[in-house]
């Protein structure tokens, strides 16, 4: 009898994974009853998180033709850029929306893959290049906030620059880097626009590693939540607008201790109210290097504690398989590959073949989509065996 | 139940055209804020009236649902 009929996963970890599990499924369902099923956002967390970057970048390149990276002009820029170009100020909200709804719809795209275990085995490459992707954008978003160069801006380089200080032994070299001397000058916003902009491109680079092992990915949300997504970061650019910040420039004079907040990109400076320096940066580095772990950590269950979340590498039933490629297109992997048939199946589709589906174990992610992908029943996930699935169906039925 | 989402068309449709009228007069004042909120507004109202025409069934689904 299999795991799908009587397993129980077993051990702390294991159950809450499969508590998770079970939970962002049955958030599925009751979002699928909202909206038609190709239409459910929870689908297209990735795709919505590609659609902001791209609004980024848009807006990004306009806001670039009218800054000035200088002490004494880049304040004066964005305020001329927001005051007085037509629909300068929209397209600066705008940039900032975007910006939020690029981290939430990351972070919604990590909760879902962790939460449905599509973090495991094949599929720790986008999950690597993933995090690495949420820390890049951290980052261009702190950096955004430091070109306004307003009193927020002088607070929060100088907190950063004792963040970097804190770090032993590179800490003198990675401030004299960053601030391009031995203080803040105009070179030091020519480096902080460098580390807006050269990250921002890097983003498309670790996007390529993202999506490099998978056939079909969804890079793109449906059209419904285009006009929905871009209209909401019109509507709060004129709704909210970014000028109800007023805060004054920057000036050697000035001391700030205090700046408006915002939760998804200046958090760590908002501890530095309770921890010294170090201890964040350290705290940062562990959360990252954490992140960087996950799919490994988990990897630690063994099948049975998996329980339910464990299928089985896909496997080729020989006498069946036809040869067709169906399951190879549609592998979003790349596991499956056609290899010359050594000689007829035993059924008789599979009489008269050329080609035979081989599964390539290392990158098998026990999904399941070769299965239905086949026809003619020639694969089979070896823990969620067809007859079990069609026996469960049938009880859940008369249930 | 369909008719309702025709009524829902109907009065997104209208909301649309309200919206379109405050982007012109955002643009002829000069309150380039309005404008682009409105803009937001008629593009949010569109994705609603693509929601409630799918679900009304005369749009999609996706080849490979039928």
Known sequence: MSTVATGQASGRYARLMTSLLRGTLRLDVLVNKLYPTDFNPLYYTGGLSNLFLFTLVLSGIFLFFYYDASLGESFASVQYLTDRVPYGGIVRGVHRYAADGFIVGILLHLLRNWFTDRHLFARDNPWISGMFLLLFAGFIGFTGYQLVWDERAQLLTSMFVAMLRSIPAAGAALTRLFIGGVGISDGTLVRILFLHIGPATALYVFLWWHYVRQRHPKIWPPGVWVLFCVGLVFLLAGAVPVTRETIPAATPAASPTRFPMDVFFLIPFWLLNFLPAGVVVLLLVALFVGGLAIPYASRRETPVEMGVRHSGVAQVIDGNCTGCELCYYDCPYNAIVMVPSPGPGLSKAAANRSLLAVVIESRCVECGICIGACPFEALELPKFLERDVLRQVGEAVQA | ?66
């Open chain 2, 1 to 66: 139940m369909r008719s309702i989402y025709v009524v829902g068309i109907v009065v997104l449709s209208g909301l649309s055209l309200l919206f379109a009228v405050g982007i012109i007069y955002g643009e002829a004042t000069d309150q380039w804020f309005l404008g682009g909120g409105f803009v937001g507004a008629l593009l949010i109202a569109y994705s609603f009236i693509v929601l409630l025409l799918r679900q009304v069934g005369l749009i999609g689904p996706r080849k490979t649902e039928r």
